[in-house]
């Protein structure tokens, strides 16, 4: 898949939505676009390692499928 970087945030700011949105486009983005691995990220939220994983593939589930 030859996706943007631009592509990525355009699908994550559109499609993620809902409580905590904010926060959850954040680390979609900390994670999808500059690759930032799982321990960072919790440490960089303030969350469970376990939080940040289910937040990245709840989320991204729904952003990868309005990617072409």
Known sequence: ???SNDEIREAI???I???NA???RAI???RLIDGIC???LAE?????VRQ???IVYKEGEKVLRHLP
Do not use: Q, T, Y
Not at 44 to 48: K, R
């Open 1 to 3: 898949m030859d996706v």
């Open 22 to 24: 904010e926060r959850n």
């Open 28 to 30: 979609l983005e900390r």
């Open 13 to 15: 700011a559109r499609w």
């Open 38 to 40: 799982f321990e960072p």
């Open 17 to 19: 939505n809902g409580r």
């Open 52 to 54: 940040v994983k289910n």
């Open 44 to 48: 960089e939220f303030e969350l469970s």
